[in-house]
């Protein structure tokens, strides 16, 4: 069989498939694996695979064996719930010739549905409405995941073997970093040719970079004093206003220097918005009649390929010094930067790559329509593969324009979109076997 045909007939049987890839998505939703508490999705995922035949690899990732990675950093979910029990899962076709390895991954995890009562429907319930799927996770991305499996399941039913390896993942903690789901992976050894990863960037707009994202906080001491005698101390909350305006000050001298076209290559309205400081958590004082001691703000900065993390510090250390400098209080008392929790680097693909061209060449062909090259303004587990292996990976996955919100939804036609995509891209990058 050559590839024009066998890819003929796996779309056409992936588009008659409908049914196997709602059975699966519809266990995978009710399956409540938010982060930190994958291992129902997973043994999910475990089912699936072994209703394959499939060889599989599960393992929980060690923090002893990350911690010198360059992109390693203690994720909020490990800190909280640690990484017994929550293991990876790691499938392997063998190829049949001398075809390079393709891996298709997609995380298990998936955001808190709060408030539940929001929804229209139960959250972990799959419900269909004509062409639309509602459910947490429907599109992230555990629709991706069932589109994975069904191209794959599609290919085997179809008698093509590839001639390349070909890994199918399911990771853990993307929503908090991915330190021990894809790059675990990766340290274990899976470390392919390249990568597809179907997160729902809406075919045919295929990703081919992601944001760098970092986290800190910004501690910021005052003079605790009774309201009475309010005059004798120095509120902290009025010292933190003049950090959060410096703060926003360089939000916008960022966000009128720095420009990315692909981070609003799939929504406009981010133009202008390609890189953002943003306070999110203030905490500080502890009685109304006392004026605060110490306000600290939890902050996060994200930003497009194009700057290091270091340079990204250095601009927010930097702007909070001069504001300090410039506050007679807070010259002698200067605040406190730390940076903990998500510590990530943006990464960028060339679009040149082979795997870029296949994915972009198979998504308009099945679709239909002239897609973007899309990404750079949210991490991704991408960037393990693209900054530390020198793999050429690419975002290509369902609609999906309410991921972690009320009535997050997807669609059937994008998600059977989706498998076909992988599976002829999978046949045209590792080839078939003689």
């Known amino acids: 069989m ?16 409908e049914s196997d890839l709602l059975e699966l998505l519809e266990e995978l939703v009710s399956a409540k694996s938010v982060t930190g508490r994958e291992p129902r999705g997973q043994a999910v995922m475990l089912e699936a695979f072994d209703r394959l035949d499939l060889e599989v690899d599960t393992w929980e990732p060690s923090v002893e064996r990350l911690s010198d990675h360059p992109g390693f950093f203690r994720t909020s979910s490990y800190d909280e719930h640690g990484y017994d029990g929550r293991e990876n899962a790691v499938a392997t076709i063998p190829g049949e010739g001398e075809g390079p390895t393709l891996a298709l991954s997609g995380h298990i995890d998936v955001v808190p549905a709060d408030p539940e ?57 993307e929503e908090a970093g991915g330190v021990g789901g ?15 990863i179907p997160e729902p960037f809406g075919l045919p707009n295929v990703g081919i970079a992601s944001a760098g994202v970092m986290f800190f906080d910004v501690t910021v001491p005052g003079k605790k004093a009774h309201a009475a005698w309010g005059h004798q101390g120095v509120s902290a909350f009025d010292k933190a ?32 918005h390609v890189t953002n400081i943003n306070l999110g958590v203030v905490e500080g004082g502890d009685w109304p009649a006392t004026v605060p001691a110490e306000v600290t703000m939890k902050g996060r900065v994200g930003w497009p390929p194009g700057e290091t993390r270091g340079e990204v510090r250095e601009a927010i250390e930097g702007v909070i010094a001069e504001a300090a400098d410039d506050d007679e209080w807070l010259a002698a008392n200067p605040p406190i930067v730390e940076w903990a929790g998500w510590n990530a680097a943006p990464h960028e693909v060339p679009r040149d790559a082979e795997i870029v ?56 036609s994008s998600l059977l979109e989706t498998a076909q995509t992988l599976a002829v891209s999978a046949i045209d990058y590792c080839g078939i076997a003689e």
Not at 142 to 169: P, R
Not at 252 to 257: A, F, G, H, L
Not at 263 to 270: K, T, V, W
Not at 402 to 410: A, C, F, K, P, Q
């Open 241 to 272: 206003c003049r950090i959060r305006g410096a703060l926003e000050e360089l939000n916008e001298k960022r966000q009128d220097r720095i420009d990315f076209p692909p981070a609003y290559g799939a929504d406009p309205s981010l133009e202008g």
């Open 2 to 17: 050559n590839k024009r045909d066998a890819r003929r007939r796996v779309e056409e049987t992936i588009a008659n498939r």
């Open 117 to 173: 009562s929001a929804w229209e429907s139960d959250p972990w319930a799959l419900r269909r409405d004509g062409d639309e799927l509602y459910g947490r996770g429907v599109s992230d991305m555990k629709g991706g995941l069932a589109a994975m499996v069904l191209a794959v399941e599609t290919l085997a039913d179809e008698g093509i073997e590839l001639a390349g390896d070909l890994y199918l993942q399911s990771t853990i903690e």
């Open 357 to 412: 061209e296949i994915v972009e060449r198979n998504a308009e062909s099945i679709t239909g329509e002239e897609g973007s090259f899309v990404g750079g303004n949210a991490a991704l587990d991408e960037r393990f593969y693209q900054r530390y292996y020198d793999v050429p990976v690419v975002t290509a996955g369902p609609y999906g324009p309410n991921l972690h919100g009320v009535d997050e939804y997807t669609t059937v």
């Open 182 to 196: 894809v790059l675990s992976a990766l340290e274990r050894g899976y470390v392919p040719d390249a990568a597809i």
